[in-house]
């Protein structure tokens, strides 16, 4: 029988994810990224921050010997402005969208390594549930994934996610998704994004960590 374990998103996966990000917003280097992104209240700029900040912040869940499993661990944050995300890590805006993708891939690398090397029983704090490594593995890549989907009709790049990425994902964190469906449509509607047939798009949604 294959268990949830055995089909949690890898190491290999986040890596695979953040470069394919990577690449995709460099052919939008020329927009303007400070307008919202999507539906968002925040800058496309504040988007993409929040991404390698969440990568970051997992990565750091999980990274001591004996992580926290009923806080996060203290790093300070602050936010720019009332309505920006909330951020440890910050991005020095002279070095433009090429010093942001490159924190973005910097903080993916630390998330993939942490996960490449946490033994099997190690468990970190998320306020949708205690984790494993392939937890927080599928919870990088869902942020990665869902706000590059944000991101795209705002700065226009192409983007569809590798469906078995998606389907491992959903597997892992969304397991009450509905059935019958393309992996990434489905993960659109799990995370409050679209709507499926016979499933209007949700107003509130979580994962399950």
């Not at 942001?100 to 946490?118: D, F, K, R, T, Y």
């Not at 964190?173 to 799990?190: K, R, S």
């Amino acid at each position: 029988m294959t268990d949830s374990l055995t089909l949690a998103p890898t190491a290999e996966d986040v890596r695979a994810v953040v470069a394919r990000a990577a690449e995709a917003l460099r052919s939008a280097a020329d927009q303007d990224w400070q307008v919202p992104a999507g539906d968002l209240t925040w800058s496309c700029w504040e988007t993409v921050e929040h991404v390698a900040d969440d990568l970051f912040a997992y990565a750091g869940q999980l990274a001591a010997d004996r992580p926290p499993t009923d806080r996060y661990v203290p790093f300070g944050y602050r936010r720019s402005r009332p309505d920006a995300p909330a951020l440890t890590v910050y991005v020095d805006r002279s070095e433009g969208p090429a010093g942001l993708l490159q924190v973005l891939e910097s903080s993916g690398g630390l998330l993939a390594a942490v996960v490449q090397l946490s033994p099997a029983q190690r468990r970190g704090f998320h306020p949708f549930g205690v984790a494993d490594a392939g937890g927080f593995a599928a919870m990088g890549i869902v942020e990665v994934l869902v706000h590059l989907h944000d991101l795209a009709g705002t700065l226009r790049f192409p983007w569809s996610p590798d469906p078995d990425v998606c389907r491992r994902v959903l597997h892992r964190i969304f397991p009450d998704a509905p059935a019958g469906h393309e992996p990434w449509p489905t993960l659109l509607w799990a995370t409050g994004r679209a709507a499926l047939p016979d499933h209007p798009r949700q107003s509130e949604w979580r994962w399950r960590a």
